[in-house]
Protein backbone atom coordinates (compact mmCIF):
# COMPACT_ATOMS: atom_id res chain seq x y z
CA UNK A 1 0.00 0.00 0.00
CA UNK A 2 1.63 3.01 1.22
CA UNK A 3 4.91 3.73 2.89
CA UNK A 4 2.97 5.61 5.95
CA UNK A 5 1.46 2.23 6.30
CA UNK A 6 3.80 -0.92 5.10
CA UNK A 7 6.78 0.69 7.93
CA UNK A 8 4.40 0.58 10.64
CA UNK A 9 2.98 -2.81 10.03
CA UNK A 10 6.79 -4.18 9.58
CA UNK A 11 7.88 -2.56 13.06
CA UNK A 12 4.67 -4.54 14.69
CA UNK A 13 5.32 -8.23 12.91
CA UNK A 14 9.32 -7.02 14.81
CA UNK A 15 7.33 -6.07 18.11
CA UNK A 16 5.57 -9.46 18.01
CA UNK A 17 8.69 -11.59 17.14
CA UNK A 18 10.49 -9.81 20.07
CA UNK A 19 8.01 -11.51 22.47
CA UNK A 20 8.72 -14.94 20.20
CA UNK A 21 6.20 -14.74 17.86
CA UNK A 22 6.85 -16.28 14.81
CA UNK A 23 5.77 -14.22 12.06
CA UNK A 24 4.95 -14.01 8.37
CA UNK A 25 4.34 -10.76 6.13
CA UNK A 26 2.32 -11.34 3.14
CA UNK A 27 3.02 -8.48 0.65
CA UNK A 28 3.37 -7.61 -3.17
CA UNK A 29 6.86 -8.21 -4.85
CA UNK A 30 7.04 -4.55 -5.34
CA UNK A 31 7.06 -3.89 -1.44
CA UNK A 32 9.91 -6.09 -0.62
CA UNK A 33 12.60 -4.56 -0.65
CA UNK A 34 11.01 -2.08 1.72
CA UNK A 35 9.99 -4.26 4.09
CA UNK A 36 13.56 -6.30 4.25
CA UNK A 37 14.77 -3.00 5.08
CA UNK A 38 12.69 -2.68 8.17
CA UNK A 39 12.86 -6.21 9.44
CA UNK A 40 16.54 -7.40 8.72
CA UNK A 41 17.75 -8.67 11.84
CA UNK A 42 15.22 -8.90 13.62
CA UNK A 43 15.35 -12.22 15.54
CA UNK A 44 13.27 -14.62 15.46
CA UNK A 45 13.77 -13.94 11.86
CA UNK A 46 10.52 -12.57 9.85
CA UNK A 47 9.62 -15.02 7.17
CA UNK A 48 8.42 -12.75 3.82
CA UNK A 49 5.83 -14.27 1.46
CA UNK A 50 5.11 -12.32 -1.72
CA UNK A 51 1.71 -12.64 -3.73
CA UNK A 52 1.37 -12.02 -7.32
CA UNK A 53 -0.38 -8.31 -7.94
CA UNK A 54 -2.76 -9.16 -10.91
CA UNK A 55 -3.86 -5.51 -11.95
CA UNK A 56 -1.36 -3.25 -14.43
CA UNK A 57 -2.88 -0.94 -13.58
CA UNK A 58 -0.75 0.46 -11.08
CA UNK A 59 3.17 -0.82 -12.20
CA UNK A 60 4.52 -0.41 -8.81
CA UNK A 61 1.52 -2.50 -6.54
CA UNK A 62 1.66 1.38 -3.91
CA UNK A 63 -0.71 3.97 -3.42
CA UNK A 64 2.26 6.16 -4.67
CA UNK A 65 0.65 5.47 -8.13
CA UNK A 66 -2.80 5.82 -7.13
CA UNK A 67 -3.17 9.69 -6.42
CA UNK A 68 -6.18 10.52 -8.50
CA UNK A 69 -7.46 6.86 -8.69
CA UNK A 70 -7.30 6.07 -4.60
CA UNK A 71 -10.20 4.02 -5.27
CA UNK A 72 -9.62 2.13 -8.21
CA UNK A 73 -6.62 1.10 -6.71
CA UNK A 74 -8.25 -0.29 -3.15
CA UNK A 75 -10.43 -2.13 -5.58
CA UNK A 76 -7.70 -3.78 -7.36
CA UNK A 77 -6.54 -5.22 -3.57
CA UNK A 78 -9.21 -7.51 -4.21
CA UNK A 79 -7.66 -9.33 -6.55
CA UNK A 80 -5.22 -10.65 -4.17
CA UNK A 81 -8.33 -12.84 -2.64
CA UNK A 82 -7.97 -16.11 -3.86
CA UNK A 83 -4.07 -15.87 -3.04
CA UNK A 84 -4.33 -14.62 0.40
CA UNK A 85 -7.07 -17.60 1.08
CA UNK A 86 -4.60 -20.45 -0.17
CA UNK A 87 -2.36 -18.89 1.89
CA UNK A 88 -4.02 -19.04 4.97
CA UNK A 89 -5.39 -22.18 4.56
CA UNK A 90 -2.09 -23.82 3.18
CA UNK A 91 -0.27 -21.96 6.57
CA UNK A 92 -2.94 -22.26 8.95
CA UNK A 93 -1.60 -19.17 11.06
CA UNK A 94 -3.20 -18.47 14.63
CA UNK A 95 -4.05 -15.29 14.13
CA UNK A 96 -4.30 -12.29 11.19
CA UNK A 97 -2.95 -8.59 11.42
CA UNK A 98 -4.42 -6.72 8.28
CA UNK A 99 -4.68 -3.12 7.71
CA UNK A 100 -8.26 -1.48 7.78
CA UNK A 101 -8.36 -0.60 4.40
CA UNK A 102 -8.15 -4.23 3.47
CA UNK A 103 -11.49 -4.79 4.67
CA UNK A 104 -12.06 -7.86 2.28
CA UNK A 105 -9.07 -9.84 4.47
CA UNK A 106 -11.82 -10.14 7.52
CA UNK A 107 -14.52 -12.42 5.09
CA UNK A 108 -11.15 -14.60 3.87
CA UNK A 109 -10.04 -14.93 7.20
CA UNK A 110 -13.55 -15.93 9.07
CA UNK A 111 -14.31 -18.36 5.87
CA UNK A 112 -10.44 -19.37 6.67
CA UNK A 113 -11.37 -20.35 10.37
CA UNK A 114 -8.25 -17.86 11.68
CA UNK A 115 -9.05 -14.99 13.69
CA UNK A 116 -8.20 -11.65 12.03
CA UNK A 117 -6.83 -8.60 13.94
CA UNK A 118 -7.33 -5.07 12.11
CA UNK A 119 -4.14 -2.44 12.54
CA UNK A 120 -4.70 1.24 12.84
CA UNK A 121 -2.25 3.17 11.73
CA UNK A 122 -4.34 5.99 13.16
CA UNK A 123 -4.84 7.07 17.23
CA UNK A 124 -8.14 6.70 19.02
CA UNK A 125 -8.99 9.79 18.64
CA UNK A 126 -9.20 10.05 14.92
CA UNK A 127 -11.01 6.62 15.05
CA UNK A 128 -13.35 7.74 17.07
CA UNK A 129 -14.14 11.12 15.11
CA UNK A 130 -14.16 9.35 11.85
CA UNK A 131 -17.00 6.44 13.19
CA UNK A 132 -18.93 9.45 14.81
CA UNK A 133 -18.61 11.50 11.77
CA UNK A 134 -19.93 8.71 9.12
CA UNK A 135 -22.39 7.72 11.16
CA UNK A 136 -23.83 11.15 12.02
CA UNK A 137 -25.14 11.98 8.62
CA UNK A 138 -25.22 15.85 8.96
CA UNK A 139 -26.21 17.71 6.27
CA UNK A 140 -23.80 20.45 4.68
CA UNK A 141 -24.66 23.20 4.49
CA UNK A 142 -22.36 26.54 3.06
CA UNK A 143 -23.22 28.76 5.96
CA UNK A 144 -22.18 26.21 8.72
CA UNK A 145 -19.01 26.93 9.67
CA UNK A 146 -18.32 24.44 12.53
CA UNK A 147 -19.21 21.09 13.74
CA UNK A 148 -19.56 19.78 17.31
CA UNK A 149 -19.27 16.07 18.74
CA UNK A 150 -20.73 16.46 21.49
CA UNK A 151 -20.88 12.81 22.07
CA UNK A 152 -16.69 12.60 22.52
CA UNK A 153 -15.05 13.75 25.32
CA UNK A 154 -13.82 17.04 25.12
CA UNK A 155 -17.09 17.80 23.36
CA UNK A 156 -14.44 17.98 20.09
CA UNK A 157 -15.29 21.08 17.54
CA UNK A 158 -14.01 20.83 13.85
CA UNK A 159 -14.44 23.59 10.65
CA UNK A 160 -16.18 22.02 8.23
CA UNK A 161 -13.79 22.90 5.98
CA UNK A 162 -11.57 20.28 8.26
CA UNK A 163 -14.31 17.14 7.79
CA UNK A 164 -13.64 14.81 4.85
CA UNK A 165 -15.82 14.78 1.88
CA UNK A 166 -17.51 11.58 2.49
CA UNK A 167 -18.71 12.53 5.60
CA UNK A 168 -20.56 15.73 4.26
CA UNK A 169 -21.32 14.16 0.69
CA UNK A 170 -22.16 10.32 0.05
CA UNK A 171 -19.46 9.14 -2.47
CA UNK A 172 -17.30 6.20 -3.17
CA UNK A 173 -15.06 6.41 -0.24
CA UNK A 174 -18.28 6.64 1.94
CA UNK A 175 -19.45 3.31 1.04
CA UNK A 176 -15.87 1.72 1.06
CA UNK A 177 -15.40 3.40 4.81
CA UNK A 178 -18.97 1.49 6.10
CA UNK A 179 -17.18 -1.83 4.48
CA UNK A 180 -14.41 -1.17 6.70
CA UNK A 181 -16.17 -0.42 10.23
CA UNK A 182 -18.23 -3.58 9.04
CA UNK A 183 -15.14 -5.74 8.81
CA UNK A 184 -13.65 -4.07 12.17
CA UNK A 185 -16.76 -5.33 13.84
CA UNK A 186 -16.94 -8.96 12.42
CA UNK A 187 -12.69 -9.21 13.98
CA UNK A 188 -11.60 -9.95 16.87
CA UNK A 189 -10.27 -6.86 17.77
CA UNK A 190 -7.75 -3.89 16.61
CA UNK A 191 -3.94 -3.15 17.38
CA UNK A 192 -3.53 0.38 17.39
CA UNK A 193 -0.32 2.46 16.81
CA UNK A 194 -0.54 4.75 19.73
CA UNK A 195 0.03 4.60 23.69
CA UNK A 196 -2.52 5.06 26.49
CA UNK A 197 -0.82 8.23 27.74
CA UNK A 198 -1.21 10.23 24.41
CA UNK A 199 -4.84 10.24 24.90
CA UNK A 200 -6.35 7.96 27.55
CA UNK A 201 -9.80 9.94 27.54
CA UNK A 202 -10.16 8.43 24.01
CA UNK A 203 -8.80 5.39 24.62
CA UNK A 204 -11.25 4.47 27.15
CA UNK A 205 -14.24 6.32 24.82
CA UNK A 206 -13.20 3.48 22.00
CA UNK A 207 -13.25 0.31 24.51
CA UNK A 208 -16.29 1.42 26.57
CA UNK A 209 -18.67 3.59 24.78
CA UNK A 210 -18.13 2.23 21.50
CA UNK A 211 -17.50 -1.37 22.45
CA UNK A 212 -14.73 -1.88 20.79
CA UNK A 213 -12.03 -4.21 21.66
CA UNK A 214 -8.43 -2.85 21.38
CA UNK A 215 -4.82 -3.19 22.27
CA UNK A 216 -2.57 0.35 21.82
CA UNK A 217 1.00 -0.77 21.26
CA UNK A 218 2.96 2.32 19.75
CA UNK A 219 4.50 3.64 18.73
CA UNK A 220 5.83 0.79 16.57
CA UNK A 221 8.62 2.10 15.31
CA UNK A 222 10.18 3.45 18.88
CA UNK A 223 10.31 -0.02 19.86
CA UNK A 224 12.63 -1.46 16.90
CA UNK A 225 15.32 1.21 16.98
CA UNK A 226 15.69 2.47 20.97
CA UNK A 227 19.65 1.54 20.13
CA UNK A 228 19.54 3.42 17.13
CA UNK A 229 22.07 6.84 17.27
CA UNK A 230 19.95 10.20 16.85
CA UNK A 231 22.04 10.73 13.35
CA UNK A 232 19.47 13.66 12.42
CA UNK A 233 19.63 15.89 15.74
CA UNK A 234 16.20 15.38 16.22
CA UNK A 235 15.94 13.99 19.37
CA UNK A 236 17.87 16.08 21.03
CA UNK A 237 16.10 19.29 19.35
CA UNK A 238 13.15 17.75 21.51
CA UNK A 239 14.74 17.57 24.62
CA UNK A 240 15.55 21.11 24.51
CA UNK A 241 11.90 22.30 23.60
CA UNK A 242 9.29 23.42 26.30
CA UNK A 243 7.06 19.99 26.99
CA UNK A 244 3.81 20.89 24.87
CA UNK A 245 5.30 22.99 22.92
CA UNK A 246 6.43 21.26 19.77
CA UNK A 247 3.84 21.21 17.14
CA UNK A 248 4.51 18.13 15.12
CA UNK A 249 3.16 18.30 11.33
CA UNK A 250 2.31 15.22 8.61
CA UNK A 251 0.27 14.62 5.72
CA UNK A 252 1.05 11.01 5.29
CA UNK A 253 2.59 9.66 2.68
CA UNK A 254 -0.52 10.05 0.29
CA UNK A 255 -0.84 13.19 0.18
CA UNK A 256 0.20 15.86 -2.98
CA UNK A 257 0.81 19.51 -2.65
CA UNK A 258 2.02 22.05 -5.79
CA UNK A 259 5.41 24.10 -4.75
CA UNK A 260 2.83 27.33 -3.54
CA UNK A 261 0.97 25.16 -1.20
CA UNK A 262 4.30 23.68 0.29
CA UNK A 263 5.25 27.29 0.45
CA UNK A 264 2.14 28.27 2.01
CA UNK A 265 2.26 25.71 4.13
CA UNK A 266 5.63 26.65 5.42
CA UNK A 267 5.01 30.45 6.10
CA UNK A 268 1.84 29.45 8.17
CA UNK A 269 4.12 27.10 10.25
CA UNK A 270 7.28 29.75 11.15
CA UNK A 271 4.46 32.59 11.27
CA UNK A 272 2.94 30.39 14.27
CA UNK A 273 6.35 31.17 15.82
CA UNK A 274 6.02 27.66 17.66
CA UNK A 275 8.62 25.36 17.47
CA UNK A 276 7.94 22.37 14.83
CA UNK A 277 8.65 19.31 12.98
CA UNK A 278 7.36 19.41 9.74
CA UNK A 279 7.59 15.28 8.24
CA UNK A 280 7.61 15.93 3.82
CA UNK A 281 8.11 12.86 1.79
CA UNK A 282 10.99 13.56 -0.42
CA UNK A 283 9.84 12.04 -3.88
CA UNK A 284 11.83 11.21 -7.12
CA UNK A 285 11.75 14.71 -9.48
CA UNK A 286 10.34 16.70 -6.25
CA UNK A 287 13.80 17.46 -4.42
CA UNK A 288 14.38 20.93 -5.32
CA UNK A 289 10.71 21.80 -4.38
CA UNK A 290 11.12 20.47 -0.70
CA UNK A 291 14.83 21.63 -0.32
CA UNK A 292 14.07 24.90 -0.68
CA UNK A 293 11.07 25.36 1.77
Known sequence: MAPGHIIPMSS???LFASHGVRCTILTTPANDHLIRRHTTGIDPPIELLLLPFPSTEFPNQSL?????????????????????????????PDFVVSDSFLPWTA????????RRLVFQTMGFLPLCMYEMLERS???????RETIVIDSLPGRVTMKVSQVQDSAMRRNDFSEFYERIM??????????????YEMEPEYADHYKTAMGRKAWHVGPVNVMNHLNEKDESGCVSWLDEQTPGSVVYVCF???SRFTSEQLREIAHGLKDSGRPYIW????????????SNL
Open 12 to 14: LAG
Open 64 to 92: SDASNSTMRFFRSLESLRDPFDRLLRDHH
Open 107 to 114: DVAQNAGV
Open 137 to 143: NFSYSPN
Open 182 to 195: ASEAESYGSIVNTF
Open 252 to 254: GSL
Open 279 to 290: VIENRVGEEEET
